[in-house]
């Protein structure tokens, strides 16, 4: 088990070197000059000219390439153009709103969409399992905004329960972090929900009709043991699968979610940077949630090896 993790570890290297040379090369290939942007409008050809030099966009590609990548491997991701701060304070500042909204996302969409695929695939066939699929298939259709503003509308300004923008620190209690997290984690976890109840019961559906479910049940072993100790421990490679893919549902709708509820996370920090064209500040982010992202699959991978001993490649 130990070489397989080691192995999985090391084969995480090459993934991300090409993720880094592709953010690299699509900015570098994207249309519009920074330092146009940073001089002014106003500003002349001579001077556009020497801020360009002065930030090293008139080197070649290579050059440029080797480094910035020669910072990143010593953790500096360079600075931002606009605010001259380091891109990594930038995206340290922003990282609680982010991470808190995605982990209580999570928690939200895998406590829920487990147990719901679970009584979907025990009553294969009946309203209960059509109910279920029919929510499932809605959740999964209507855009992540969408849900936001319908939820935001009901609950903030309708009902009033919950705040309908911005976000608590954790060092504020708990109580107004969870407050400010409600909405935009129901909002977005009601995708990554779909996807892992649609998942869980297509799963299930295969283990119980497995041999030695249909032992277990002749020797009158209960229900909810036959379920959630026999077959939705055999059905857990592929429900895993699902959620480690699903973390690019969660980092692709953060971005919307921050916006929508003016949550001044990473996702919202993205969004600046892609208006301003700023450069360091979009490669930082963009490689940031890649790593966050290989990081997430590999847990996963080496999860099959607890689920199923068998699972050594």
Not at 63 to 86: A, M, N, T
Not at 90 to 117: K, N
Not at 218 to 235: E, M, P, T, V
Not at 255 to 268: D, K, N, P, Q
């Amino acid at each position: 088990m130990g070489f397989y993790i080691f192995r999985r570890c090391v084969s995480t290297i090459p993934v991300m070197a090409l993720v880094a040379f592709l953010v690299f090369t699509l900015l570098y290939i994207a249309p519009g000059d920074p330092a146009e942007m940073i001089a002014g409008s106003s500003a002349t050809p001579e001077h556009i000219a020497a801020v360009r030099e002065s930030l090293g966009l008139n080197q070649p590609f290579l050059v440029r390439f080797v480094d910035w990548l020669g910072d990143v491997l010593q953790g500096d991701l360079g600075k931002s153009i606009l605010s001259g701060k380091p891109v990594v304070g930038l995206i340290l500042s922003r990282l609680e709103p982010t991470l808190s909204l995605m982990a209580l996302t999570l928690i939200f969409a895998v406590c829920t969409a487990i147990p719901l695929g679970v009584i979907a695939a025990q009553n294969a066939g009946s309203w209960i399992d059509r109910l279920i699929m029919s929510v499932a298939v809605l959740g999964f259709s209507v855009p992540v905004f969408a849900t936001a503003y319908v939820l935001a509308y009901v609950f903030s300004i309708d009902l009033k329960w919950f705040p309908i923008q911005g976000y608590a620190h954790l060092s504020r209690g708990v109580g107004p972090w969870l407050s400010h997290l409600v909405l935009p984690a129901v909002s977005l976890g009601s995708v990554y929900m779909a996807l892992i109840a649609r998942i869980t019961r297509a799963s299930m559906l295969e283990v119980l009709n497995q041999d030695y479910i249909r032992t277990a049940r002749a020797k009158g072993q209960s229900r909810f043991k036959i379920l959630f100790l026999h077959a939705l421990k055999n059905a857990s490679v592929s429900i895993m699968t699902v959620i480690g893919l699903g973390i690019a549902l969660l980092i692709g709708g953060a971005v919307v979610t921050e916006s929508v509820f003016a949550i001044h996370g990473i996702g919202h920090l993205t969004i600046d940077a892609i208006l301003q064209r700023d450069y360091p500040l979009i490669q930082g982010v963009v490689l940031f949630f890649s790593f966050i992202y290989v990081l997430v699959n590999l847990l996963v991978d080496i999860s099959y090896t607890l689920i199923d001993p068998r699972i050594r490649y």
